[in-house]
């Protein structure tokens, strides 16, 4: 059998990781500035997650969601008390995109409506409603546009507040910081005038926090920059540093009955250890404090750059935009500097999601080679 083509691979196989580097099978370092998409938040075979995850493993690694499970509830009280969100309920799955899914059906449950609103530059996820709210008509399967879904102007209230009025909307979905989009900020007055205007209508406000979420903004959730108080926050990637974990935290007010939600595999106990190595391993180096801190040292580094043309974003989520096409640079960063970064839907636009517990010395090796490879930077380059 043939593995199904769809992704583009670069000619390079990791064989492991430690820390903010991972290493190829001839033992090279690459330092890694993109996390493995966003995902490896406390670091590559971090000892505390290891052992965790050994543990829980020779203990036992699943049963069904039918029987008493106190690691469930042990990480509910964590991300509770660690996100500042106690008084929510959590619905834990296995994805983003099932995080997503699980949210917008929630939302329609609740007001009985089908119509979506969320935004140009969208990315929500590929399962059948989550790709219908995000912004790339060619991963969308007929099958998938059985709803209509609206996409207003990053930022622009108007259109928003126009559309809600006509009480219609079911849920209005957006992410914490629009991350594949090219990592946009959203103005906390507008997520705080969106926030009010959902409240009115009746319309779900959806926090999407599955690339932004888990420290990575410098605060436990990029809309704490703000004052909303969301309706449902979705989170996944960093949330198990690779084991595939995801969830809805999801507001009081909305009463849970069996049988409304469910999965095979969601919240199983090797998910939970995961979990709670991660929790527990943000708490105890404060990682959220260093991913403000250090977020805030590259971008004032990044801003003193002449190539750049613009740098934004919040802790760890930092877009770089040029003049030009990145694509021929982020190749040359990772075949001649050795340093992973990510691409965005926009093409002149570089992402930045490393681990979050990154340090000096990993920063100033970032920004070296990056001088180095804007320096040597050649279009044609052929890797
Ligand atoms: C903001 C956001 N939402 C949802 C998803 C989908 O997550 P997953 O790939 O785990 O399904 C992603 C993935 O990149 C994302 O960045």
């Known amino acids: 059998m043939q593995l199904f083509d769809v992704y583009p691979l670069f000619d390079l196989e990791p064989v492991k990781g430690l820390g903010s580097y991972v290493y190829d099978k001839d033992g090279k370092a690459y330092l890694d500035f993109y996390g493995g998409h966003a995902v490896v938040s406390v670091g590559h ?63 329609s449950f609740h007001n009985d409506r089908k119509k979506i609103i969320a935004f140009k530059g969208a990315f929500h996820g590929r399962t059948s409603a989550a790709v219908n709210v995000t912004d790339n008509p060619r991963i969308k399967a007929p099958i998938n546009k059985t709803y209509e879904a609206e996409f207003h102007e990053w930022n622009n209230l108007d259109s928003v507040r126009d559309s809600l009025a006509k009480e219609d909307v079911s849920a209005l979905i957006i992410e914490g910081i629009q991350g594949i989009g090219g990592i946009h900020v959203p103005d906390a007055s507008f997520l705080e005038e969106v926030s009010v205007l959902c409240k009115k209508h009746n319309t779900v406000l959806i926090l999407d926090e599955i690339q ?86 590259l971008m004032d580094e990044l801003k003193g750059f002449d190539q750049i043309k613009e740098v934004r974003g919040l802790g760890l989520m930092i877009g770089m935009s040029m003049d030009f096409p990145i694509k021929p640079l982020r190749k040359q960063l990772l075949f001649e500097e ?15 999601l490393p681990p979050l517990n990154i340090n ?23 890797f």
């Open 338 to 352: 050795h340093i992973f970064t990510g691409s965005a839907a926009d093409p002149n636009t570089i992402r930045l």
């Open 212 to 297: 932004s979420g888990y420290g990575r903004s410098g605060e436990f959730f990029a809309f704490q920059y703000s004052n909303v108080v969301p309706d449902l926050i979705t989170v996944a990637k960093g949330m198990g540093n690779g084991f595939p974990i995801g969830g809805v935290l999801i507001h009081p007010r909305f009463k849970a009955s069996y049988g409304l939600l469910g999965t095979t595999f969601g919240g199983n106990h090797l998910a939970c250890a995961a979990g709670l190595a991660v929790l527990e391993i943000i708490e105890e180096e404060k990682l959220v404090e260093n991913a403000k801190r250090f977020g805030q040292i």
């Open 360 to 382: 000096e010395q990993e920063v100033d090796q970032f920004l070296k080679g990056l001088k180095v490879g804007l320096k040597n930077y050649t279009p044609t380059a052929n």
């Open 45 to 107: 075979s971090h000892h505390h997650f290891v052992q965790r995850l050994q543990e829980q493993a020779a203990k036992m690694v699943f049963y069904s969601n039918s029987v008493q499970n106190p690691l469930q509830v042990e990480l509910a009280q964590k991300l509770g008390a660690l996100s500042a969100c106690p008084d929510y309920q959590l619905f834990l799955c296995n994805s983003g995109a099932e995080a997503n899914e699980n949210a917008l059906k929630l939302a």
